[in-house]
């Protein structure tokens, strides 16, 4: 504390460890009442339309009522797939490590991801998994979660279709799998927030999902990286240690 004419001056506190943890609890409590709000709003809104209509003695015809509630059901799913995705980034499960055939859990996920994309988008998958990448060390769940997370951001990254590129490769010490993609690509100033929870470059979109690729390749000593190649699209390598 100093002292002049005006009275006694105390300097600001510095922040600590518990401001920085409370300014992230509350950008995260935000970004949750944030992206589920949306999906929220839009299921209200569409079962007070149909308590309307049935309180009136109006009922829906078969194809209205079809699609109010197959828009209810996505986005339910929206919501789900946050709060799923919120668990896995604030509280991480121990892998539980098994041998996994790579090519097989590729097509397992790609089979999940088809109703993600846009029907006439023309996407087109680029599978290459050679042998002595053919098997990986991994909890099973939790690599379908990362790589369908980082497959469907290479799919909403083509909204008009493109290339969805897939390589595996097994180093001396790691096993790397490329997810590609033909859109855009990252902006440069971007690039650095991308892993960041609730950040995303996309309207609408959670953007939880690198944030919790990230994650679980930290529960499995991996790592994973954005490839910046200065042009359009982008690449993301997700690397395990390989594990005999």
């Not at 828009?71 to 604030?90: C, D, G, P």
């Not at 951001?153 to 083509?158: E, L, Q």
């Not at 919790?212 to 395990?240: P, W, Y």
């Amino acid at each position: 504390m100093s002292m002049d004419a005006a009275g006694p001056r105390y300097a600001a506190p510095s922040a600590g460890p518990a401001t920085e943890s409370g300014a992230g609890l509350a950008r995260m409590a935000a970004g949750v009442a944030h992206e589920l709000r949306n999906p929220l709003a839009v299921i209200l809104a569409r079962v007070q339309l149909l308590q309307l209509g049935l309180k009136n003695g109006k009922l829906p015809d078969v194809s209205k009522l079809t699609r109010t509630l197959t828009t209810i059901e996505e986005q339910t799913l929206r919501a789900s797939k946050v709060i799923e995705n919120l668990s896995v980034f604030a509280r991480p499960r121990v892998p539980e490590l098994q041998s996994l055939d790579l090519t097989e859990t590729m097509h397992h996920v790609l089979d999940q991801l088809g109703t993600r994309t846009v029907e006439g988008s023309s996407i087109v998958t680029d599978l290459d998994i050679p042998t002595e990448a053919a098997t990986v060390v991994a909890d099973g769940g939790q690599l379908r979660t990362a790589l369908g997370e980082l497959m469907a951001n290479a799919v909403d990254a083509m909204p008009d279709g493109g290339n969805l590129r897939i390589r595996a490769r097994r180093t001396d010490h790691a096993l790397e799998i490329s997810v590609a993609d033909t859109g855009p690509g990252v902006a440069p100033h971007d690039a650095p927030r991308i892993f960041e929870p609730f950040f995303s470059t996309r309207p609408g979109a959670a953007g939880l999902g690198l944030a919790v690729v990230q994650t679980i390749a930290a529960s499995h000593h991996g790592t994973v990286r954005l490839v910046q190649g200065g042009g359009a699209g982008a690449e993301f390598v997700l690397s395990l240690p390989a594990r005999s």
